[in-house]
């Protein structure tokens, strides 16, 4: 089975500094791992994605992830934070032979200004 | 392109009373995924069709939901009779088909049992 580990609830950082959001993942094969967004009231806007190639995967908004296989991690990153990214960030696994996702529990990030 | 369109927005019901959440995907995806999202959890998928026919309903609770996707575009999701513990964000998502990695998800309906 596979799952995903998002090991901080809430992340908070001063707006212009670096910004990671942390996810570790379990999976039996090769692991696709995708980024979400939720802003309030609004449903989940894709980030990024990774499927295979470089490790450092590059998405939306200025955010990028890098892909560790040994560490089993895919950590979402932005060298500097706005307030706007102040969000609910999901981070997501699929096997490669099942299309289902399954999503971490979310990890709130508050930029204060 | 129109994104995933999905009501009502909001819901209020009593347990025991029954509810139905409608969803719109994009126009011209094959595959519609329909998810629960409790406060402080992620979604889980609860069911997956591929135009109109179950590729995945492994997760939903047959006994009191059930789904369907009968024309292949747009899809229905129900619960009969409600729990207290059915109180969610009841997301919708679409995707070009199985092997495309994107899903585009719907505002969502929140739902509260009282």
């Known amino acids: 089975a596979q799952s995903v580990a998002q090991p901080e609830d809430q992340v908070n950082v001063a707006e212009g500094n670096p910004l990671t959001v942390k996810c570790t993942y379990s999976?039996?094969?090769?692991?696709?791992l995708f980024w979400y967004v939720q802003y309030p009231n609004r449903g989940l806007q894709f980030l990024l994605k990774?499927?295979?190639?470089?490790?450092l995967v590059k998405g939306s908004y200025g955010f990028e992830a890098e892909f560790n296989k040994s560490q089993t991690s895919f950590h979402l990153k932005k060298p500097s934070a706005l307030v706007s990214d102040s969000a609910l960030y999901f981070c997501?696994?699929?096997?490669?032979?099942?299309?289902?996702?399954?999503f971490g529990a979310g990890t709130t990030v508050t930029v204060r200004a | 392109e129109a994104g995933v369109a999905q009501s009502p927005r909001y819901k209020i019901i009593e347990k025991r009373q029954s509810v139905a959440f409608w969803c719109n995907p994009i126009?011209?995806?094959?595959?519609l995924y329909w998810y629960q999202q409790i406060l402080g959890q992620g979604p889980k998928l609860l069911i997956q069709?591929?135009?109109?026919?179950?590729?995945?309903d492994s997760q939903l609770p047959k006994d009191r939901f059930s789904a369907e996707r009968l024309k292949g575009v747009d899809s229905t999701l129900k619960i009969q009779p409600a729990k207290l513990e059915d109180s969610a964000v009841y997301l919708c998502?679409?995707?070009?088909?199985?092997?495309?990695?994107?899903?585009?998800f719907g505002p969502g309906t929140r739902l509260t049992v009282t």
């Open positions: 998502a679409s995707s070009r088909d199985r092997t495309t990695y994107e899903q585009y």
């Open positions: 999976v039996s094969g090769n692991p696709y």
């Open positions: 990774y499927i295979t190639g470089d490790n």
């Open positions: 997501a696994v699929r096997d490669l032979n099942d299309y289902k996702l399954s």
């Open positions: 126009s011209g995806h094959a595959t």
């Open positions: 069709f591929q135009n109109n026919g179950v590729v995945d």
